[in-house]
């Protein structure tokens, strides 16, 4: 499931923003190298916000990792000829590793997060057989592969069986963005999704909200970091259709706490967090925690959808 925002407009992707004076300096690949002596030093330097820089650079590599496309379009999954756009065949098409075409059949569009998932975890985490059960799901856990950046980076540019080769699609820049973002949460400088969220087999959507979140000074963080663009109640933006912020983080925190972390692909919306990982984590559990007060953030009026009573992905930030 991804998050469609209705009321943001579009922004330029990597590629095209590196054609930019200022922050295509700042993304273009030599620039990148030379923040410091490689991705770990950029994340260490993150600050994920709307200032320019090496910092800044990173949340783009997450959003990437989400939804890496704009003008390209997928192949229709639901149709049996190739009626995407754009791409190596113009049809919405990728091959893979193998030069096989890989088609939509599945659904897996082509994202890096529709193959490892929210958590980066592929099989062993929240889309794995033991939970969400997606098809698509790879085998490899990106937070305990042992693949340096520099073989990462290789890897997606090429692809492999069954796996997209990114580097027709993307340049050298953006998958080591990318691959930084990865490096930078493998190894402990930004929060990662067991930080916000636990795995449960029987909760709905099988997760539910670590304890020892702070609802009210979430609340007070979304006052200050998150209602100019959504609103004092969450409504303003219509979220995947259906949800305002308030419902969206009470059914999908285990989506939206990434959204936090590195922002909304292809909107104004970037990286909310100012710190290292812990501090950010807790940034984030207490604005999700926040979220989840029915009467402080409703849903939408002409929208019913919403956790009921005694939901435990909530728990007991639930009111």
Not at 114 to 137: A, E, M, T
Not at 139 to 166: M, Y
Not at 221 to 232: E, I, K, N, S, V
Request: with cysteine; charged share 25%; proline share 6%.
């Amino acid at each position: 499931m991804s998050v469609n925002i209705t009321r943001h407009t579009f922004t330029p992707s990597v590629a095209s923003v590196q054609r930019s004076s200022n922050l295509g300096r700042a993304l273009t690949l030599p620039a990148l190298l030379g923040c410091g002596p490689g991705p770990r030093v950029l994340a260490a330097l993150v600050v994920v916000s709307t200032a320019w820089g090496c910092g800044a650079a990173l949340d783009q590599g997450g959003r990437t990792y989400d939804r890496w496309y704009s003008e390209f379009q997928p192949d229709d999954k639901r149709t049996e000829v190739h009626d995407g756009r754009g791409g190596p065949h113009g049809n919405g098409t990728l091959r893979d590793g193998d030069g096989k075409v890989i088609d939509n059949a599945r659904g897996h569009s082509y994202r890096f997060k529709n193959f490892w998932g929210w958590d980066l975890k592929g099989k062993d985490g929240i889309y794995g057989p033991g939970y969400q059960n997606k098809k698509n799901v790879r085998p490899e856990n990106l937070l305990t592969d042992k693949r340096s950046t520099a073989k990462l980076t290789s890897w997606f540019r090429a692809g492999g069986p069954g796996l997209p080769a990114w580097g027709s699609v993307l340049s050298e820049a953006e998958i080591a963005l990318m691959v930084s973002f990865i490096d930078a949460m493998r190894t402990g400088l930004i929060p990662r999704a067991d930080d916000i969220w636990t795995l449960s087999p029987t909760a709905p959507k099988n997760y539910t909200l670590n304890k020892g979140a702070d609802p009210q000074r979430g609340q007070q963080l979304y006052r200050q970091r998150c209602a100019g663009c959504h609103g004092a109640k969450g409504q303003r933006i219509t979220i995947d259709k259906h949800y305002s912020l308030g419902a969206f983080g009470r059914a999908k925190a285990y989506e939206a706490w990434f959204k936090i972390l590195a922002g909304q692909p292809h909107s104004p919306m970037r990286g909310q967090i100012t710190a290292g990982r812990s501090e950010s984590a807790a940034f984030i559990r207490d604005i999700l925690a926040g979220l989840c007060d029915r009467k402080a953030f409703p849903r939408l009026a002409d929208h019913g959808k919403d956790v009921p009573d005694g939901d435990p992905r909530c728990g007991a930030y639930l009111r």
